[in-house]
């Protein structure tokens, strides 16, 4: 399984864009990367997913290189709700692994 | 996602004892998960089931176990439960090639 590297933190303020960088260098041909979101005691819930160039939907746009080895999930103008952990998969939606994530905190 | 139920939410037990958690969902899927997170970490899978009756071993399946009966429900068991299985669990389904929907979790402590 390809591991995923991320920052383990992130500050930002509201209204600015945040870009959460993840590599994956052992990427395998058949993997989809995929960002979830997490709040407090709650369960993990799907951004968005894709496998090479950019993918845009209503929350997130997700840029991958051509290589393939990094992954950057871009939010537009944050506000104060999207403070969460946001977690990088790697894997064929088989069989996929969370890190540590990245614990994003937006202030006013 | 409420079309993933876990329950109970929150349970406290005594070590020693058995404990049934439990995850219905109404998604139709095929594909169902066990995790569980401890503080300030990711989500470790213990057990996932592609179908009925088919069950696979996860990172950390030592000390439990899953029952797959019915494609809806999908159980973990903690046969004796001991203290460092204190943790949140999550239960999670998809559809083939599709991404997972999460539980709200059950907060398990066990004393």
């Known amino acids: 399984l390809a591991k995923t590297t991320q920052p383990i933190s992130m500050d930002s303020y509201e209204g600015q864009e945040v870009n959460i960088t993840c590599s994956h260098n052992?990427?395998?041909?058949?993997?989809?990367i995929t960002w979830y979101q997490q709040f407090p005691s709650q369960g993990p819930r799907f951004i968005i997913q894709g496998y090479k160039t950019k993918v845009t939907n209503e929350v997130a746009s997700l840029f991958i290189p051509a290589d393939r080895k990094s992954s950057t999930l871009s939010l537009p103008r944050v506000s104060l709700s999207d403070t969460a952990v946001y977690y990088c998969l790697v894997g064929d939606n088989n069989d996929m692994r969370f890190g540590a994530g990245t614990r994003l905190t937006v202030k006013p | 996602d409420a079309d993933v139920t876990q329950t109970p939410r929150n349970r406290i037990t005594k070590t020693g004892k058995r404990i049934m958690l439990e995850c219905s969902q109404t998604?139709?899927?095929?594909?169902m998960y066990w995790y569980r997170q401890d503080p300030g970490l990711g989500l470790r899978l213990i057990y996932y089931?592609?179908?009925?009756?088919?069950?696979n071993k996860g990172e950390i399946s030592d000390g439990y176990s899953v029952s797959r009966q019915a494609q809806a429900k999908f159980s973990l068991s903690l046969e004796s439960a001991i203290p460092n299985q204190t943790a949140l669990y999550f239960c999670a389904t998809r559809a083939e090639n599709q991404p997972q929907h999460f539980g709200d979790g059950t907060r398990l402590s066990i004393l």
């Open positions: 089931s592609f179908d009925v009756k088919d069950i």
């Open positions: 998604k139709g899927h095929d594909r």
């Open positions: 052992n990427i395998a041909t058949n993997d989809y």
